[in-house]
């Protein structure tokens, strides 16, 4: 069934579009928001802001210290995703190839870190006996740990759609599995590290449970804490928290523009045999 | 081409992470002149800008660099908790005062500071310091207008009271004949946001003085285990008149999804003519709607079960020093920094929500209408929820009881009911003796 | 030789972070379960299968959320999965240019943070002054306005399509890959013998779509078992306790200090998913070669 054309491509171009509007909305009202004053931003209404007030923008940077709370989301994600896909790279591909009693066990190991439960007081407990609490290097590692079962998961199902026929040429020519991981099968898992890494840089980035319990200063916080610092249970400025919201988003969804075709092609291909 | 496109890409960005890593790394690692930073928990909204001002003077006085750290406030008494309980917590840590929550929620036996003897603590109103108080010894330092933002009153639009003839109400019959005139001249009667969570309960232990005046000695039976909510007459018939103001559309049709944070603008619509507001209520109006005086409204006590007495409420949002701080000393100094007259001036001066500071020698920013209520309504007897131990913890579940009352799943007894059996699970959990 | 190949030793970095940080904590969470744990008192005593008889004896409150989080869980199967069908064919059927745009802008939705999608929808949502009932006021629909997030009788349902409008994009984006996956031969042939349009759906499409609806279904599954965010920030379980879930529970007991009950409660839920976790290996890893 190639190209439609006429009234049924007609109405599906409308219906596609509709659907865009429909999930396009609730975002266009926070942008829309951030430029209105207090008074006018408390209906979180669709109209034009009257008097747009940029200065928002610069209240919000400033109390919210959003300038060094952007260079930690930044280097949190990024960092636990580099760490995350390499781990989980190495170890979704020994168990995908060599599928022997002890491998199999493995995964399923692995593969139930999706369903547990976090226990933030034992985790506490973890966290000060490993004496990682309130370092950054320390949530680092522990966004890297969070994101490791699915990210294996995702590789295991990518991995068994490769041949095997450039693992074991290499292997014949003598090198060493570091050596074959390096130079044939990483550059081949390219779609997928691509999807896994947007995927795990987004989750991280809108993590803000965990710097709670363990990042201490302030100074250390990612962006998702800060608009905390603009509303409360009595008193809300929904002009700086929209405004706020918009500067927190701005990095995910350009993030997920430069990397979506990568993400399209992973995504499904982790779901599908092909 | 694509895979060394990638592999400079992702070389790239890890050359990237290391460079802007390292410069934040140094950038965050300046340290304060003092070398010391003193680190404050607080839940959204008590933290004024006012005192993070006050902060950076603190700083360029001393050297000491305070941190604030703001948490979302559904998240706050877990994170709290879970860190008090860890060891982890921050060297000042806020929370509510009230002897249930000092024992219970903070442990401040343990956690916190005894700040007995220190200088402020005979500047304070005594009420508040009693709040902060547990076993004798001073823990809290309460700075918070417990009077303009506490006192929880019904404020109402003289305008709409003087169009439609109605006197200022004594009775709650009075007060719902009142809600139908204004129902039938097409305003909405009450402005009930109950989508919070937490203000459609204050209508219940605002009401305490009259149970007290009407059954002398009811706290203290309730607290002795030998009177329970569900068993006394008077209180079912509060929760039930309660349940009549929404049943019979005084609230609105819109009441369970409307905001606390939008009480100003409804009010100055003049859609709505009542609400249960603070004192401060009026002033905060005027502040956001300058066309809309802060004159044109008025204040009498909320009228459940005919009530006329203004409770006090002296419990609020108040600072402790974690007794683990490796800086005591320091947060000592901040708070009688804080504290200090001029410094408690500019607080109040510079925050719109206070009107006064429970503290002597403060110049108060009472206008005329707030005066006279205050004159004629002196309040003496506590709020309910200050004297009933087990009352406060369960605000929120109280709150979500109510509204299974008002959409018809709950009755007035069920909800009563349903405050003993937390009060006495809550008990138990406490080793409380009068609860075997 | 594949063992000196393929050696173990290359997943011990995987494995020692998840073991520390996710294993450790998540058993001795578990272990909490069979006590009294409580922020109450620092004793702490064996209770055995106490929290589990006290969650699952008739007449608990837990038995009404359990029943919530399963009509949550099975509408929203349902929903994501149908709509994300529909709009699959659309975008690999109906449109073509600027395809890849549109799947780009559905699948936007789930990357958003969940503060945003609270604060928009609690906007959105508000009977009186929302955008959703101000639009059908305009368009003259207004009897069909509502409480949307406060009218027990739909509050769930509100919960259930917001959650749809955030999740059916990356069901979507599987599905399309399912049916790009089919090859365009089946259909040349079936033409040919004068079967198209429906016919052709039922019996080319759909069976070979199976593998991949089994896999968006079994990820909607653990997906709806597990909600709490979009329930929390929406209603916070209310109106009264119209839309609590299990896990909202979980949330309400630990706030309250019940900390033994809670872990129960998460400790029953995670081996409902670990059954249902291992089904999903099970399915997705059939037909694999060795």
């Known amino acids: ?274 | 081409m694509l895979k060394r496109t990638v592999r400079s890409a992702l070389l790239g960005t890890a050359l990237g992470v290391v460079v802007v890593g390292t410069t934040s790394l140094i950038a965050t690692a300046q340290s304060p002149a003092s070398g010391v930073t003193l680190t404050v928990m607080a839940s959204q909204e008590w933290i004024k800008p006012a005192e993070q001002d006050l902060g950076k003077k603190f700083e360029e006085q001393t050297g000491i660099h305070v941190d604030y750290q703001i948490l979302p406030a559904d998240q706050y008494f877990n994170v709290l908790k879970t860190k008090l309980n860890a060891g982890e917590a921050t060297d000042i840590f806020g929370g509510q005062t009230g002897k249930s929550d000092l024992k219970l929620q903070y442990d401040v036996a343990n956690n916190a500071v005894d700040l007995t003897g220190e200088e402020w603590t005979t500047r304070i109103d005594p009420a508040a310091l009693d709040q902060s108080s547990l076993d004798g010894k001073v823990y809290g330092a309460e700075i918070w207008d417990i009077i303009g933002s506490n006192y929880f009153v019904t404020v109402y639009n003289k305008d709409i009271f003087q169009q439609l003839g109605i006197s200022v109400p004594k009775t709650f019959d009075e007060f719902a004949a009142a809600c139908t005139t204004i129902k039938a001249a097409g305003i909405t009667p009450i402005y009930e946001p109950i989508s919070d969570g937490w203000h459609q309960v204050l209508w219940f232990p605002f009401a305490g003085p009259s149970f007290e005046q009407a059954e002398p000695g009811l706290a203290d039976k309730l607290n002795a285990n030998t009177a329970t909510f569900a068993g006394d007459a008077n209180m079912t018939t509060a929760m039930t008149q309660i349940n009549q103001l929404y049943q019979s559309g005084c609230f609105g049709d819109n009441a369970l999804s409307d905001a606390y944070a939008d009480t100003d603008k409804a009010m100055a619509s003049g859609k709505f003519a009542m609400t249960v507001s603070p004192l401060s209520r009026p002033v905060s109006i005027e502040h956001d709607f300058p066309n809309v005086k802060a004159s044109s409204f008025g204040f009498f006590p909320i009228p459940i079960f005919d009530n006329q007495l203004q409770p006090v409420h002296p419990a609020g949002p108040a600072k402790f020093i974690y007794s683990k701080s490796p800086h005591v000393d320091q947060a000592k100094q901040y708070l009688d920094f804080l504290m200090q007259p001029d410094n408690l001036q500019y607080l109040l001066d510079n925050t719109p929500d206070f009107s006064t500071l429970p503290f002597t020698g403060v110049k108060s920013k009472w206008d005329d209408a707030q005066t006279a209520f205050l004159d004629t309504y002196p309040a003496k007897t506590l709020v309910y929820q200050d004297v009933v131990n087990y009352l406060n913890p369960q605000w929120i579940d109280l709150g979500k009881d109510m509204v299974s009352m008002f959409t018809g799943s709950m009755t007035p007894a069920d909800v009563m009911a349903s405050i003993d059996q937390r009060r006495t699970d809550m008990a138990k959990a406490a080793n409380d003796p009068a609860w075997p | 030789m594949r063992a000196r190949a393929y050696p173990t030793w290359l997943t011990f970095g995987a494995l020692a972070l998840y073991a520390v940080f996710i294993v450790l904590p998540g058993v001795l969470g578990i272990g909490y379960s069979f006590t009294d744990w409580s922020s109450y008192s620092n004793d702490l005593h064996w209770v055995g299968l106490d929290n589990f008889s006290k969650i699952l004896s008739s007449g608990s409150t837990y038995l009404r959320f359990i029943l919530t989080t399963v009509v949550f869980t099975v509408t929203t199967i349902v929903f994501k999965t149908a709509i994300g069908l529909a709009l699959a064919l659309l975008l690999t059927r109906g449109v073509r240019r600027l395809s890849h745009l549109y799947r780009a802008i559905i699948f936007l939705p789930a990357v958003l943070p969940i503060l945003v999608i609270s604060l928009i929808f609690r906007s959105v949502l508000n009977p009186a002054t929302g955008l959703l009932n101000e639009t059908l006021r305009a368009i003259g629909l207004g009897g069909l306005a509502q409480h949307w997030l406060t009218d027990p009788s739909i509050a769930l349902w509100s919960v259930i399509a917001v959650d749809t409008w955030r999740g059916v994009g990356y069901i979507t984006v599987i599905l399309i890959a399912g049916l790009l996956a089919i090859p365009v031969e089946y259909y040349e042939a079936a033409a040919i013998d004068g079967a198209t349009g429906w016919h052709a759906f039922r019996n080319i499409t759909l069976p070979l779509l199976v593998p991949v609806l089994l896999v968006t279904t079994v990820l909607n599954l653990l997906y709806g078992l597990k909600v709490f965010d979009i329930v929390f920030v929406l209603t916070n379980g209310g109106p009264g306790r119209a839309t609590d879930t299990v896990y909202t529970a979980v949330f309400d007991d630990f706030s309250k200090g019940r900390y033994g009950i809670a872990t129960a409660l998460s400790t029953l839920l995670f081996l409902v998913m670990i059954v249902l976790g291992y089904l999903t290996i099970r399915v997705m890893g059939r037909d694999d070669e060795g």
Not at chain 1, 153 to 160: N, P, V
Not at chain 1, 211 to 237: C, E, H, I, K
């Open chain 1, 1 to 274: 069934m190639v190209g439609q054309s006429g009234l049924r491509g007609s109405i599906s171009n409308m219906m596609a579009s509709g659907t865009a509007l429909i999930v396009l909305a609730p975002i266009f009202l926070v942008f829309v928001n951030s430029l209105k004053t207090r008074v006018d931003a408390s209906s979180m209404g669709v109209g034009l802001p009257t008097d747009p007030q940029w200065g928002n923008f610069a209240t919000v940077i400033d109390q919210g210290n959003l300038g060094g709370a952007l260079v930690n989301s930044i280097i949190y994600s990024f960092g636990a995703t580099a760490l995350c896909v390499t781990l989980s790279a190495l170890a979704g591909w020994v168990l995908a190839r060599n599928r022997s009693r002890r491998h199999r066990m493995i995964y399923l190991l692995l593969i139930m870190g999706i369903a547990m439960p976090t226990n933030f007081v034992t985790l506490t407990k973890v966290m000060q006996w490993t004496h990682l609490i309130n370092t950054q290097a320390g949530i680092i590692l522990l966004y890297a740990a969070t994101q490791i079962p699915f990210s294996v998961f995702l590789i295991y199902a990518f991995i068994r759609r490769l041949p095997r026929e450039l693992d074991e040429a290499a292997l014949i020519d003598g090198c060493t599995p570091l050596r074959v991981f390096r130079s044939v099968i990483f550059p081949q898992l390219t779609p997928v590290v691509a999807t896994l890494g947007v995927l795990t840089i987004l989750n991280v980035w809108n993590e803000f449970l965990l710097p709670l319990y363990y990042l201490n200063r302030s100074s250390a916080w990612p962006m998702t804490l800060a608009v905390y610092d603009f509303y409360g249970q009595y008193q809300a400025d929904w002009g700086l928290v929209s405004a706020d919201v918009v500067l927190t988003i701005v990095p995910v969804i350009l993030i997920y523009i430069v990397a979506q075709r990568w993400i399209l092609s992973g995504v499904s291909a982790g779901a599908v045999k092909g």
